[in-house]
Nanobody
Framework: QVQLVDSGGGLVQAGGSLRLSCAAS????????MGWFRQAPGKERELVAA????????YYTDSVKGRFTISRDNAKNTVFLQMNSLKPEDTAVYYC????????????????WGQGTQVTVSS
């Protein structure tokens, strides 16, 4: 069993930055593929970014490329999402996710989920 605690959300003006963190426990962190999803009101949940177990491979959805950066610190069992140049359309609940058995970086199936952290970008 993997426990995920995500944090770092908040209210920010358009053009601002936020850094989300997700602390994992219950399993060796370096065996987990990690991802960040978001869900806006009335919309389906979407994969925003993902990172491989070693951190050598990353994926970003087109709308965040060049603005968001996913990274991980396997020594601290933590994955991060640095979000710059935020736009009102980035407003959503952001969820950290972990998967121990699948490796496809663009895959959207994950076994474990954080509780979510709200990101609100004002115009």
């Amino acid at each position: 069993q993997v426990q995920l605690v995500d944090s770092g959300g908040g209210l920010v003006q358009a053009g601002g930055s936020l850094r989300l963190s997700c602390a994992a426990s219950g399993r060796t962190f370096s065996t987990l593929r990690m991802g960040w999803f978001r869900q806006a009101p009335g919309k389906e949940r979407e994969l925003v970014a993902a990172i491989s177990r070693s951190g050598s491979s990353t994926y970003y959805t087109d709308s965040v490329k060049g603005r968001f950066t996913i990274s991980r610190d396997n020594a601290k069992n933590t994955v991060f999402l640095q979000m710059n140049s935020l736009k009102p359309e980035d407003t959503a609940v952001y969820y950290c996710a972990a998967d121990p058995s699948r490796t496809l970086i663009t895959g959207t199936v994950y076994d474990y989920w954080g509780q979510g952290t709200q990101v609100t970008v004002s115009s």
